[in-house]
Every structure is written in structure tokens, then in C-alpha cells.
């Protein structure tokens, strides 16, 4: 007896797809915990930044993948074996796509909104032209279905603008003669079971329009492309493939790209450029008056990371201590948090270091009983107007002398900005590290001196 075929039922495929939703944004929690952990905790200032963060990132994001790449999911097995198709998470192969070689697209053309099925176009034109789309080019591309189940394809450009193409015996005829494919190209044998174009002899399903080309899939027998659909006029095409970004084991370069010395150049860049920034240094633009005549509002100014040991990336701890601060320079550090002050990135400047006693005279900075001798200090009259300023304004041990590993420090201006008069000593994990350049503007480029 024939065994009936399951059917699911529509709340079980709409539970599937929920809980593979809810898998998703479990897996994000999983990987986001961590990094709110060591970058702080969650307190307000650390989501305001995360938040700052986040935008920025997205608003970067979207004119990236608008006008130059973005990455694209197989869905199917349709370009297989030169691409491995499968829905589900995290598998499948992904492509990056230039959008920047056939021109630049106008911004959310063709999209199609998640509460309905139609696509959404106000322009059959781009803002420009880039190069002409080429045979055997690799493409991902808007389809021309309408209600189509997937709305984003990608095949493989077979018919150019004006060309007479015909299927038969498993070959590619252009015009009248065989198509050879190239030798990257896996040997195809394109199947007729299936659509019209390209099969019909007739104009209307064998002449590619002005401005139209025929996309086939790689995986004839399985592919649902142009034979069924019919012309894709350019203004469809979102991009060329580039490479298959993921899995790495999967790794293809299409361009030829990778081969050359820019790409190489580019990798060493980057490299350098991340390294520099997760364990050397990293730049600051100055916000405040909080430093004097040192450093000017709107400069920015190299923090060297490594000068008090090397970091541990996107946490405030250290593999190894460096040298000790020294009193009088310029460092970026975060303050402690208090009942009205969430902790914040400050610059300042070092007045106290472990072991010292501390107490403004009257404004004049003293230590150990003594009118201190830095000339970047002693030439500054130090006051405060942020909440009750206990440590160094009184002579009892836990708010004039410097415990181990902490640090006392000022800002030159200290009317507007908050210093440890406010919230006490800055312990040694606070520290970014010592300002030592002024990078930009060019025209102000110097060192930093205490």
C-alpha cells in the first residue's frame, strides 16, 4: 500500500520559522554577552556607546552594500557545483557581489517590503552605467517573476543584447554556432524539459533584446532560470560575484584579483592597520578644555596603548604591565563611575602616583607637604565645580594619600570637566595610555610634552 505524504501544516511551518528566528537572535545573546561583560558591564554610558556604535556601523554598512559589495546566501542548488545552495543557517555557500562594475543602482529598486509579496520599483533606469555585463560572468540579479518565491537569484550570463540563442542536444547555440565554455566553467549539459526562451525558435523566445541578457543556471536540470522567465534587462542585475567569501574552505576568487599586488598591499594594510589599533594605539579627538594649552578642542591626538603594558583587545586588562605613568603627562583614561556620573573617557593629567599624599592648597597642587615642581602643574590653580570635591581638598588618609596601584588625576580646566577631585583615584586598569602625538589637524602636527 503507497505510504500518503506528510503535508506540514501551516502553524507547524510557522512555528519552524519562528524558533529558527528565536535560535538566531538566542546565538547574537550569546555572542554580544560576552563583549558588554568586558567592555564594561551594562550601564548607560556603555549602551549609549554601543548604541553610537551600532548606528554607525549600520548607516556604514548601508552605503557599503548599496553602491559597492555586499554578501549574498546561495539558496539553491542551482548553480551547483560552482556553488553549493542550502537555506539554512549558516550553511550554504555566500558570495560577495561588486555592485559598483555595471553602475550604481537607485537605492531600495526592486525591494520587496516583509508584509507583502509584491516588489517595489520607481525607476528602470541607474543613476550611471559601468561596464557592459559580459558572457559567462557570474551575476546576481532582481528576478523579473512576479510573486516569485525567492527574489534575489544568481546564474550565469550565457545570451548578450541581440543574439540568436538556442538549446538543443544539450548545447548552447549562439547564432547559429556551439557555444564553448570556458575551462573554470563546469561542463554543462542545458536541458529543454523545462520553459520556452532560448528553446522556441521563433524571435520572441530565441532574439535577447537590446538591453537584456539570458541567465542560465550551471545545474541545468535543477535550475529555474531564464528558459522559464524569460530576458533580464540590466537595470536587474545587482552585481558581478566576486568570490565565495564563506565557507573558507570554499574560497574562489572569480576576478583574478586576489593575484595581484593591490590585493596583497590591501591585506598588509589592513593587517597593519588592525593590529596597530587592538595592541599599539589608538586615536582621540579631543572634546573638552580639559587639558589646558596642551591640546585644542577638535584635535585629535595618538594614545600610545602599549606604553603601561600590552592590552588585551576589548577588555580594559593587560598581558603584562609596562612603565609606570609619569606624573605630569597627558593620559586617556576612564573614570570611576559615582551616584551622578557614569564612567566616562577622560583626558587628564597625572598628579599624584601611588604612595603620595596629595592636597590642593588654595588650588596649588601639593605633595607630600611640598608645592609640586612639574612646571605643567605648578603653574595651574586647580578647582572644581562638579559635586562635592573631597579627595585632596582634605588631609584624612582615605582622600589625600594615593593608594597602591592608583592614580590621582586633573584636568588643566577643571571648572568644566571632571577630574579624581570628584571622583577619586584612577586605578592602574583605567589607564588607555599617555597622549604623545598631535596627528591632525596636519598643520598642528607635533609631540605632546607633559
Same mark, same amino acid.
Given at each position: 500500500? /503507497?505510504?500518503?505524504?506528510?503535508?506540514?501544516?501551516?502553524?507547524?511551518?510557522?512555528?519552524?520559522?519562528?524558533?529558527?528566528?528565536?535560535?538566531?537572535?538566542?546565538?547574537?545573546?550569546?555572542?554580544?554577552?560576552?563583549?558588554?561583560?568586558?567592555?564594561?558591564?551594562?550601564?548607560?554610558?556603555?549602551?549609549?556607546?554601543?548604541?553610537?556604535?551600532?548606528?554607525?556601523?549600520?548607516?556604514?554598512?548601508?552605503?557599503?552594500?548599496?553602491?559597492?559589495?555586499? &554578501?549574498?546566501?546561495?539558496?539553491?542548488?542551482?548553480?551547483?557545483?560552482?556553488?553549493?545552495?542550502?537555506?539554512?543557517?549558516?550553511?550554504?555557500?555566500?558570495?560577495?557581489?561588486? %555592485?559598483?562594475?555595471?553602475?550604481?543602482?537607485?537605492?531600495?529598486?526592486?525591494?520587496?517590503?516583509?508584509?507583502? %509579496?509584491?516588489?517595489?520599483?520607481?525607476?528602470?533606469?541607474?543613476?550611471?552605467?559601468?561596464?557592459?555585463?559580459?558572457?559567462?560572468?557570474?551575476?546576481?540579479?532582481?528576478?523579473?517573476? %512576479?510573486?516569485?518565491?525567492?527574489?534575489?537569484?544568481?546564474?550565469?550570463?550565457?545570451?548578450?543584447?541581440? *543574439?540568436?540563442?538556442?538549446?538543443?542536444?544539450?548545447?548552447?547555440?549562439?547564432?547559429?554556432?556551439?557555444? /564553448?565554455?570556458?575551462?573554470?566553467?563546469?561542463?554543462?549539459?542545458?536541458?529543454?524539459?523545462?520553459?520556452?526562451? /532560448?528553446?522556441? *525558435?521563433?524571435?520572441?523566445?530565441?532574439?535577447?533584446?537590446?538591453?537584456?541578457?539570458?541567465?542560465?543556471?550551471?545545474?541545468?536540470?535543477?535550475?529555474?532560470?531564464?528558459?522559464?522567465?524569460?530576458?533580464?534587462?540590466?537595470?536587474?542585475?545587482?552585481?558581478?560575484?566576486?568570490?565565495? /567569501?564563506?565557507?573558507?574552505?570554499?574560497?574562489?576568487?572569480?576576478?583574478?584579483?586576489?593575484?595581484?599586488?593591490?590585493?596583497?598591499?590591501?591585506?598588509?594594510?589592513?593587517?597593519?592597520?588592525?593590529?596597530?589599533?587592538?595592541?599599539?594605539?589608538?586615536?582621540?579627538?579631543?572634546?573638552?578644555?580639559?587639558?589646558?594649552?596642551?591640546?585644542?578642542?577638535?584635535?585629535?591626538?595618538?594614545?600610545?596603548?602599549?606604553?603601561?603594558?600590552?592590552?588585551?583587545?576589548?577588555?580594559?586588562?593587560?598581558?603584562?604591565?609596562?612603565?609606570?605613568?609619569?606624573?605630569?603627562?597627558?593620559?586617556?583614561?576612564?573614570?570611576?563611575?559615582?551616584?551622578?556620573?557614569?564612567?566616562? &573617557?577622560?583626558?587628564?593629567?597625572?598628579?599624584?602616583?601611588?604612595? *603620595?599624599?596629595?592636597?590642593?592648597?588654595?588650588?596649588?597642587?601639593?605633595?607630600?607637604?611640598?608645592?609640586?615642581?612639574?612646571?605643567?602643574?605648578?603653574?595651574?590653580?586647580?578647582?572644581?565645580?562638579?559635586?562635592?570635591?573631597?579627595?585632596?581638598?582634605?588631609?584624612?588618609?582615605?582622600?589625600?594619600?594615593?593608594?597602591?596601584?592608583?592614580?590621582?588625576?586633573?584636568?588643566?580646566?577643571?571648572?568644566?570637566?571632571?577630574?579624581?577631585?570628584?571622583?577619586?583615584?584612577?586605578?592602574?586598569?583605567?589607564?588607555?595610555?599617555?597622549?604623545?602625538?598631535?596627528?591632525?589637524?596636519?598643520?598642528?602636527?607635533?609631540?605632546?610634552?607633559?
Amino acid at each position: 500500500m /503507497a505510504r500518503k505524504s506528510q503535508r506540514k501544516r501551516p502553524d507547524q511551518t510557522l512555528g519552524q520559522n519562528v524558533g529558527k528566528k528565536a535560535a538566531k537572535v538566542s546565538l547574537w545573546a550569546l555572542l554580544l554577552a560576552p563583549l558588554v561583560f568586558l567592555t564594561g558591564g551594562l550601564t548607560w554610558q556603555n549602551a549609549y556607546e554601543w548604541l553610537k556604535a551600532i548606528l554607525f556601523a549600520g548607516a556604514l554598512a548601508l552605503l557599503i552594500r548599496w553602491p559597492l559589495f555586499e &554578501p549574498f546566501k546561495i539558496p539553491s542548488s542551482s548553480m551547483e557545483p560552482t556553488f553549493l545552495g542550502d537555506p539554512r543557517f549558516m550553511r550554504g555557500d555566500r558570495v560577495l557581489v561588486n %555592485k559598483f562594475v555595471y553602475g550604481v543602482r537607485f537605492p531600495f529598486n526592486g525591494i520587496r517590503p516583509w508584509f507583502t %509579496k509584491a516588489s517595489l520599483w520607481y525607476s528602470k533606469r541607474r543613476l550611471w552605467y559601468g561596464t557592459k555585463p559580459q558572457r559567462f560572468e557570474i551575476v546576481v540579479f532582481k528576478s523579473v517573476e %512576479k510573486n516569485a518565491r525567492h527574489t534575489t537569484l544568481v546564474k550565469r550570463i550565457i545570451g548578450l543584447p541581440g *543574439e540568436r540563442v538556442h538549446i538543443a542536444n544539450g548545447k548552447v547555440y549562439i547564432n547559429g554556432h556551439p557555444l /564553448a565554455l570556458p575551462p573554470d566553467m563546469p561542463a554543462v549539459r542545458y536541458t529543454t524539459d523545462i520553459g520556452r526562451y /532560448a528553446i522556441l *525558435e521563433d524571435d520572441a523566445h530565441s532574439v535577447v533584446p537590446d538591453n537584456c541578457y539570458l541567465l542560465l543556471g550551471d545545474n541545468s536540470g535543477a535550475s529555474r532560470d531564464g528558459r522559464v522567465f524569460g530576458w533580464v534587462p540590466n537595470e536587474h542585475l545587482l552585481g558581478r560575484v566576486s568570490c565565495i /567569501a564563506w565557507p573558507p574552505s570554499r574560497w574562489r576568487d572569480f576576478t583574478g584579483f586576489s593575484g595581484t599586488w593591490w590585493w596583497r598591499s590591501i591585506l598588509v594594510l589592513l593587517g597593519m592597520l588592525l593590529f596597530v589599533r587592538l595592541f599599539l594605539g589608538r586615536s582621540w579627538r579631543v572634546r573638552t578644555e580639559g587639558v589646558g594649552d596642551a591640546l585644542a578642542n577638535g584635535e585629535h591626538v595618538y594614545i600610545n596603548r602599549c606604553a603601561f603594558g600590552l592590552p588585551i583587545p576589548f577588555t580594559r586588562r593587560r598581558a603584562f604591565r609596562g612603565r609606570a605613568p609619569r606624573r605630569g603627562e597627558i593620559v586617556l583614561y576612564y573614570s570611576s563611575a559615582t551616584e551622578d556620573m557614569e564612567s566616562l &573617557p577622560l583626558l587628564g593629567r597625572i598628579a599624584g602616583v601611588p604612595g *603620595e599624599q596629595v592636597y590642593l592648597d588654595g588650588g596649588k597642587l601639593h605633595i607630600d607637604g611640598a608645592p609640586v615642581v612639574e612646571p605643567s602643574l605648578a603653574a595651574r590653580t586647580f578647582t572644581t565645580v562638579h559635586g562635592a570635591a573631597r579627595f585632596g581638598h582634605s588631609k584624612r588618609r582615605e582622600y589625600s594619600y594615593v593608594p597602591e596601584d592608583h592614580y590621582f588625576i586633573l584636568a588643566d580646566d577643571t571648572g568644566d570637566v571632571p577630574d579624581s577631585q570628584t571622583f577619586g583615584w584612577v586605578p592602574y586598569s583605567a589607564l588607555v595610555g599617555p597622549a604623545s602625538t598631535v596627528w591632525w589637524p596636519v598643520r598642528n602636527l607635533r609631540r605632546v610634552r607633559p
